[in-house]
């Protein structure tokens, strides 16, 4: 099957990798992350506007809000129900439960500590056209993909503790204008990004077992990277460069 930003599987030659060369390969992608975009690395050293870190928490919303959904379409093509039983923690954890309100719910908090309102944060009113048409990509991907892809495919976890510990550790001092009860979503993942890749990580190893296949699986990841650095080139000629979408286009009379 051929999916939105991954091309067919194509014969490789050579033999399979070791499970730990394939890890370490998997685990490699990590300098395609998004902590290393332009815009990452300035936000984390406090050199963002006001404007631009509401911006990035307002796109960054609609990434949060479409996650339940990919993870729905994951579980949607997994026949195994003790899997199934186990991804679908991903789900709770974003859209929460009765005594935990889950990860939606946290980042509206930072929405709030950074000066946004609920209802501009859930109106979508300022999410960029690329950000959506990234994530959107990701879902559909999600929709379309075998379930082994599809958990291969959210392997960005790996890198994800390091860009959480960082936002804890620094965003106190060089943003101060933060309220710092809007970081409970940064602590919560630390642990939980931990438990899915865990599980991601055993699905891939175990699944992808011949070169070809670890290569498509390399592919997969890629693809997942490539969503998430395309949504800061979109937050980055916005709120970095000034350039809007239709920034240039004549207004309306």
Same mark, same amino acid.
């Given at each position: ?49 006001? +404007? @631009? *870190?509401?911006?990035?928490? /307002?796109?960054?919303?609609?990434? =949060?809000?479409?996650? !339940?959904?990919?993870?729905? #379409? &994951? ?13 679908i923690q991903r789900i709770i954890d974003h859209d929460g ?14 929405? +709030? @500590? *950074?000066?946004?309102?609920? /209802?501009?944060?859930?109106?979508? =009113?300022?999410?960029? !056209?690329?950000?959506?048409? #990234? &994530? ?36 106190? +001092? ?80």
């Amino acid at each position: 099957m051929l999916h939105l930003g991954v091309t067919r599987p194509r014969p490789t030659a050579g033999p399979a990798w070791s499970r730990d060369e394939f890890e370490r390969r998997l685990r490699g992608k990590e300098r395609y992350y998004h902590i290393h975009h332009p815009f990452h690395v300035r936000m984390n050293a406090g050199g963002l506007e006001p +404007e @631009a *870190v509401r911006g990035w928490v /307002a796109n960054r919303f609609y990434y =949060q809000t479409a996650i !339940p959904l990919k993870d729905a #379409a &994951v579980m949607a093509n997994c026949a195994d129900r003790d899997t199934r039983r186990r991804w679908i923690q991903r789900i709770i954890d974003h859209d929460g439960q009765t005594g935990d309100e889950g990860g939606i719910e946290a980042w509206l908090q930072l929405g +709030e @500590a *950074v000066g946004l309102e609920r /209802a501009a944060l859930w109106s979508e =009113q300022h999410v960029l !056209p690329g950000v959506r048409f #990234a &994530v959107d990509a990701y879902v559909n991907f999600a929709r379309r993909a075998t379930f082994e892809e599809a958990a291969c495919s959210s392997l960005t976890e790996l890198f994800a503790p390091r860009i959480h510990q960082q936002r804890l550790d620094n965003w106190p +001092e060089i943003y101060p204008w933060i309220d710092e009860r809007g970081y409970r979503y940064f602590r919560k993942r630390l642990s939980e990004a931990r438990r899915d890749v865990e599980h991601g990580l055993e699905v891939t190893l175990t699944h992808f077992t011949t070169r070809t296949a670890q290569d498509h699986a390399l592919e997969i990841l890629q693809f997942k990277l490539n969503v998430l650095w395309t949504m800061l080139d979109a937050m980055w000629l916005a709120y970095i460069d000034k350039k809007p979408p239709f920034h240039c286009c004549e207004a309306p009379a």
